[in-house]
């Protein structure tokens, strides 16, 4: 089945510093969602993109795509105490599918 | 955040013991999700459904059933809870198949 590995697992920045967490899926993606969990909380949408090579922003987040749909980053520049959080990629086989999961990355930011 | 309710927030059982979880929306959302998550392993699909009286299994459906008998809940049986149920339960709902709006959780643990 499809399986999609999200790296680091943890990763310990200081504040100011910039932050990527990776995913790579073993199938080609429709399309792939990022989602973040602050502690205690509930995954929330950030963002999904579709198109082979596709960059998004949004403020200090940049979404990338592969450009062959199997592989996807995020990355924060400059991150804040409030960046902290796991963050998951989730990849969508195809338009019927369901989808699947990133084990995450949990972001931890010392002020 | 989306209309979602989760019920229970936190459970404790004993083994051997049914337990049901539901979820509840407000939002008209044709399909809804129940996850569960676990220290490692992001978000696992238990099972899911498209519609009322439509369910599938997803990835980790041994052990649960499910039941959607109106278009607003969703329920989740744990037959006879086993200490391996021991987990996180988190309810999704989408329009579509893109973007899913997540519950507060369910905590639940099996003594």
């Known amino acids: 089945g499809q399986q999609v590995m999200q790296i680091p697992q943890y990763q310990h920045v200081q504040e100011g510093e910039d932050f990527t967490t990776y995913c790579n899926s073993s199938t080609t993606l429709s399309n792939i969602q990022w989602y973040k969990q602050r502690p205690g909380g509930h995954p929330v949408f950030l963002i999904q993109l579709v198109k082979s090579g596709e960059v998004k922003k949004q403020k200090r987040l940049t979404f990338q795509f592969g450009e062959a749909k199997k592989n996807s980053s995020l990355h924060i520049t400059a991150t804040q105490t409030t960046d902290v959080g796991t963050y998951f990629c989730?990849?969508?086989?195809?338009?019927?599918?369901?989808?699947?999961f990133g084990g995450g990355t949990r972001l931890m930011v010392k002020p | 955040d989306a209309g979602i309710t989760q019920s229970p927030r936190h459970k404790v059982t004993e083994t051997g013991t049914p337990v049901t979880l539901r979820c509840h929306q407000t939002e008209n959302h044709r399909y809804m999700y129940w996850y569960r998550q676990d220290p490692g392993h992001g978000l696992r699909l238990i099972h899911y459904s498209y519609g009322v009286k439509d369910t599938d299994k997803g990835e980790v459906s041994d052990g649960y059933s499910v039941s959607r008998s109106k278009t607003e809940d969703f329920l989740l049986t744990l037959e006879s809870a086993t200490s391996s149920q021991t987990s996180v339960y988190f309810c999704a709902i989408s329009r579509g198949m893109n973007e899913q709006f997540f519950g507060p959780g369910t905590r639940l643990t099996v003594l």
């Open positions: 989730a990849g969508q086989a195809d338009a019927g599918n369901m989808l699947t």
